[in-house]
C-alpha cells in the first residue's frame, strides 16, 4: 500500500492495551530492457527438483551462501536499477491484455474493459509452474503462472485519476462509467509467462489467465459462514459475497494454491451520519469504529454515489433498509479476510477463509509442513498498534495433499477449522501465543464485548484479540519463514504513534528523524522481529528483532542498532519472503521516510538464527527500555539489490524453482503527480515503464518485472 497518509495508516486500535499489563497477564496465565547490457539469460527448462511446499528437512536446489553481486547504491533516479551483469524487463503492467479480444494499452485514459486487462497496483506475487502439456508442476522453471494482487489505485480527491481521460471526478455524485472502471482495476490476477530461454513475456491469449475483481462471486468459508453479521441483501443467508478487495500480500499453500490478504478495505465503504442512532444497540458500533469507519465516514472513492443498482449500493454501509436481508449494513464484514483460489481452475470460485480472522490481513506464511502435524500460518495485521495472529489446522498435514486432486478441497481440510492464537510479547524475550476462541473464558466472558461464537470471533477477530491482552506491534506487515531453520521473520513497517513512553522491549524504538529539514517521529524507520519456536503449533516462542531499518548516519547507540551502512541502510520493511530456491531472504521497502535520499528498494540477506546478537537498553527519558537485537549486519549479511523508479513502492517477490529469474512487482511509480496534471508528462513525478521503453503513452503504470542474470546463473549468487 502507498505511505500517503490518507491510504493507510488507520489507527483505531484505542484498546488500553499497551505492552504487558500486569493485569491481564494474570488473567491470561488461565489457560523491456530497464538497465545493463544485452541479456542473454539461459533460463532454460531445468526441472531440479524444488522441493516448494514445504518439508520439514528443507534445503535449498541452489543455496546462495554468499550475496556474490555488487551492491546497487541508493538513488532517486526514475527507473530500475539492477545490479551488473543481471538485467530487468517488464513483462505486465496496469492495463495489459489479458485475452486476445482486448486491445493494447492506450495509457490516456481511454482504456475499457478493465476486466480483461492487468489490474493498479501490484502487489504481492506468487509462481505456480507448468509443464510442457500445461499440467501444473513444482520443477519446471520455464513456463508458469504468475498469480497476483492488485492492491489499489493511484488516486487523489476520489478518483483513480490515470485511468481516466482528463483525470476524472472529484466531486460527489461520480459517474458510474468512472466507477465501474475503478471497480475492475482492484483484486486478483493470473498470467502465464514463459521463457524461449532468452527472454520471458506474458502470453495475452492464455486460457488460465483470469481476474478477480471487487464484483466476482465468492464464498464464505470457516466459522462465520453463515453469521447473522454477514446476511445482507446479496445473501440473505450470510454464505456468499461479492469481490476482493485492497488485496496486499500473497502466500502460497502446502497444497499449491494461492492466498490474498484483504487489507485496507474499510476505507472503500460510507457510512451516513447518523448511522449509529439507527442502529441503536447494535454491538456492530463498537466494532465498526473499532475497524475504522465511524459514523459519517467518507469513503475513498464515492464508489456508493453511483445510482441506485446495487453495484454501487453496497458501498454504502449504514443500516437504511428494514432489516439486513434489505440494505447492505454488514457489507463491510463480507471484507478483511484471507481468501483462497486455485490458480490453475479458473472456474471455482473465490474462497474466504474466516477462520484466519478478520484483520487489516498483510499476506499469510505457512510454517514448514510435517506428516501428522497440523499446518500452522502467521499473518500480520497492518495498522498501527495491531497484533501478530498465527492459525493452527485442526486436521493433520497428510503429505498425499502436497499434491492434491482437489486444490481447494484441499483448502476447505487445513483452512475452516482450527484456532486462530494472538502474539504477547514478553521483556524477557520470550512470547505466548493466545488462544482465541470461545473456550478461553477471557473471550467467552468478555466484558469489551459480547462474543456469541467463533463466528464472532471470526468476524470481530480484532476485538477478541484486545480482550486477552496482545501486543500492539509497529504495523506488521509480511511473515517469512526461514526454510532452513523454520523462524518467523515479521516486518514492522513504521509507526509513527510510537512514543518514548509506549516503546516496549518489542517494539523499542522511538525517535526523531529528519526529511528534507522536517521532524519525523515514533519509530520512524521500523524493523523486522524474529520468532522462534520448538514446533510451529506450540502457544510459547522466543524472540529477538533481526534488524533495525535505519539511515546508515544514524546514531549507532539509539536508532543504528544493526550496523546498517550505505551499501545496505534501509527504511520501512514491508515485503519479507525467503526464496525457497536459494535461502536468500528478499526484503522490499515501502518508505516515505528516506525518500528524500532515495525511492524504495530491495534487499538480499543471509540472516543468522535468533538470538545471535545480545540485549540492547535503550534510554527514554527517565525509562529503560531493553530489548534483543540480532547480529549487526555488514554488506556480506544484507545488500541492496534493486531501487526502484520515483514514488514507487517495491512490492511481492517470486522466483522460478530453480532460482534463476525473479519477479518483481513495482506499485505506484509517479504517486505524488498530481491529479491537475494528468494530461501533462513534464509534470509527472514519473514516467515508468515508459520510460524504459514498455508500451504506450507516458503515464507510470504499476508492473511486473523479471530479472535475469546475463550469464544465466541463480540470482543472488
Ligand atoms: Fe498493503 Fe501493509 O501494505
Ligand atoms: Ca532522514
Ligand atoms: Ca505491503
Ligand atoms: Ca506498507
Redesign the pocket.
Known sequence: ?SNQPYF?NEDSNTSANTHFDSVLSARLSRRNLLRGSASVAGVGALGSAAALGGCATFSPVSPVNTLGFAPVAKTMADQVSVPAGYTARVICALGDPLNAATPAYKNDGTDTDFGNRAGDHH?GIEWFGLDASGQASDTFSSRGLLAMNH?ATTDEKLSSFFIHANGGTSTLPRPAAEIDKELMIHGIAVVEVQTDGKAWAAKPGSAFNRRVTTMTPTVIHGPARGSEHLVTKYSADGTQARGTL?N??TGRTPWGTFISGE??WFGYFFRDAKDDDARKKDKQVQALNRYGRKAGAASRHGWESGGASDTYARWNNSAIGASAKDDFRNEMNTFGYIVEIDPYDKSQALRKRSALGRL?H?NATFARVSAGQPVVAYMGD?SRGEYIYKFVSDAKWDTADAKPGNRLAAGDKYLDKGTLYVARFKDDGSGEWIKLSMDNPVIANSSYFEFKNDADIAIFTRLAADAVGATKMD?P?WAGVNPKNGEVYITL?NNSNRTPASADAANPRSYTDLKAGKEQKGNVNGHIVRLAEKNPADAAFQWDIYLFGAQADADRSTINLSNLSDENDLSSP?GLVFSKATGVCWIQT?DGAYTDTTNCMLLAALPGQRGDGGSKALKHGERTVTTHVGKPQTPATLKRFLVGPKGAEI?GITETPDGRAIFVNIQHAGENTKMADVNDPSKFESQWPSNAGYGAGRRPRSATIVITKNDGGVIGS
Open positions: 500500500m493507510n502487489d492492491e485492497n496486499c500480500g487489507e485496507n487489516g498483510e497492518d504495523r506487515e513497517t514491508d515501502d512490492t
